[in-house]
């Protein structure tokens, strides 16, 4: 993957939001605008709003209160039927369970996951790939 036009956040901590902010801004050559979301339904809609194909990296939380990662990503089952060339979901998680990995499998516009605290070295193996 290149560098990204766009990354969006979508977790409900907003302590891990900072801390990938924080991680991405550094991680860059050049500035790259970030978007975090601590309400998943704003953050769908923030995506579903994307009319221009730009690239665009999308990290998800799971486990959220009001809507879950697994119900963000039903919702944009149709929308990334025309958008999965640029816009680049990874699951961002503390998760551990091997179903939750599993489960991801079936959602063919996910490009992966990514353990929380997102490090340097994910970086790396995503933007390298």
Not at 48 to 64: A, G, I, K
Not at 72 to 97: G, P, R, W
Request: proline content about 8%; aromatic content about 10%.
């Amino acid at each position: 993957m290149t560098i990204p036009e766009t990354i969006i956040l979508i977790d409900d901590d907003p302590l891990n939001n900072k801390i990938c902010t924080y991680l991405l801004g550094r991680y860059f050559p050049q500035p790259v605008p970030i978007r975090a979301f601590t309400n998943p339904e704003e953050g769908l809609a923030y995506v579903l709003s994307l009319q221009t194909p730009q690239l665009t990296l999308v990290l998800l939380d799971l486990n959220m209160p009001e809507l879950t990662g697994w119900q963000v990503l039903d919702a944009l089952e149709t929308f990334m039927t025309q958008a999965q060339a640029y816009i680049h979901i990874y699951i961002l998680s503390s998760s551990i369970d091997i179903r939750d990995r599993e489960k991801t499998q079936l959602y063919p516009y996910v490009k992966g996951s990514l353990e929380k605290p997102l490090t340097r070295a994910q970086l790396d193996a995503v933007f390298q790939s």
